[in-house]
């Protein structure tokens, strides 16, 4: 058994991929993992420097028959990538022409009535950029830049950061450093929020930003 050392944008269906596994579940739910999991209650979550135990594989055999044949398929790894797309108030951008591209791949069809969009995609998948029509013509449009498997944990600030900005309370950087901007950004959420009306970064703030971002 060796251990992998999590980099950004990792998580354990890209991580099984590298590693020739068919499914995700079977490095999340080893034995080996259990204390990480117990951290991670995500499995599309990781940290950056997280440790993963990777068990050996087993060898299968086959014998044939001389002058014989058979088929032999390889399983791949596809994720489902789920984006909503809403407004400051947290409208859904429904019914909206968008574009998705992945690798070089396009991806197109409409927002459904909450503003979601689902595409199944590799695992190995890094990035992609979205793109959404905001009139028939498709002469106006926003696009954002997509870092798949880079949302760090809730309960770091950097996963914090990810969470505010991605709800449009403009952090400016998500490095884990607690600046003018996201203290700022913390406060606007925690107003909005029910919260205590300060600028201080607790564990009822990180559970609640989870909450409203939903995962």
């Not at 992998?4 to 068919?22: M, P, T």
């Not at 990480?36 to 950056?48: A, C, E, F």
């Amino acid at each position: 058994m060796k251990t992998y050392k999590v980099k950004k944008g990792d998580c354990f269906s890209s991580i099984a991929r590298q590693n020739g596994f068919h499914d995700a579940n079977v490095l999340y739910t080893d034995s080996a993992n259990a204390s990480l999991k117990g951290q991670r209650d995500n499995l599309h979550i990781l940290h950056k420097g997280d440790k993963v135990k990777i068990p050996d594989k087993e060898s299968k055999k086959m014998t044939l028959a001389p002058e014989s044949s058979a088929g032999i398929s390889v399983k791949g790894i596809i994720c489902e990538l789920k984006v909503v797309v809403e407004d400051f108030d947290g409208n859904g951008f429904a019914d909206m022409a968008y574009c998705l591209e992945i690798g070089g791949e396009k991806f197109e069809g409409k927002t459904d009535s909450s503003g979601l969009i689902e595409t199944k995609i590799d695992a190995g998948s890094m990035s992609a950029e979205l793109t959404i029509y905001l009139d028939k013509d498709k002469k106006n449009s926003v696009c954002w830049p997509i870092d798949i498997g880079g949302l760090a944990p809730h309960d770091e600030i950097e996963g914090l950061q990810a969470r505010l900005n991605n709800l449009g309370y403009a952090c400016g950087n998500e490095k884990g450093k607690n600046d003018k901007s996201t203290k700022k950004a913390v406060n606007a959420f925690k107003k909005n929020n029910g919260l205590a009306d300060d600028d201080v970064i607790d564990q009822a703030t990180k559970d609640k930003a989870r909450s409203v971002y939903g995962f």
